[in-house]
């Protein structure tokens, strides 16, 4: 019969990170992803109108838990409305988009550079944020194309 008194080893430690602000960093990776498809494809397509805007800032309002996403939908669903007063808008709307989510990624990418390295998704998630950043980036230069040649249009006309 043994008393069992020989110490135990302790049970091996998961690689896998628990730590609150990673984990976040991974939830929100899948929606910059997500985002930058929604808002490089609302820049290309903003020259049908308003309409395309608000309709990425109701995708972005669902689709997005927190408060974060919350105002930059409601950000670009106001900048929508006012783009059927002032056609610019629309452009501003998709702009804002685009440079709200891409704020968001630096922002990850600044957890992931101190946090969860460790972790088998951390390489993944690090991707996900970076392909988001570049198509954000890819739908601001749009942005800014379109806004040149709605200017453009402007001063020709006069």
Not at 19 to 30: G, R, T
Not at 41 to 59: M, N
Request: glycine fraction near 10%; charge should be positive; include cysteine.
């Amino acid at each position: 019969m043994s008393l069992n008194l020989s110490p135990t080893q302790a049970g091996q430690s998961s690689s896998y990170s628990t730590s609150p602000a990673y984990n976040e960093a991974v939830n929100d990776a899948q929606l910059i992803r997500t985002f930058s498809i929604i808002a490089l494809v609302g820049s290309i397509l903003i020259f049908i109108g308003g309409a395309v805007a608000i309709g990425v800032g109701v995708a972005v309002i669902g689709l997005g838990g927190n408060r974060y996403y919350r105002v930059l939908g409601i950000a670009v669903i106001v900048l929508s409305v006012l783009s059927f007063i002032f056609a610019p808008f629309r452009v501003i709307a998709s702009a804002a988009m685009a440079v709200g989510v891409l704020w968001k990624g630096v922002e990850v990418l600044g957890v992931l550079s101190v946090e969860g390295k460790g972790d088998p998704d951390w390489q993944q998630t690090r991707q996900r944020v970076i392909i988001g950043i570049l198509l954000c980036s890819l739908a601001i230069v749009a942005n800014l194309i379109w806004m040149v040649s709605m200017l453009s249009a402007l001063f020709l006309r006069k």
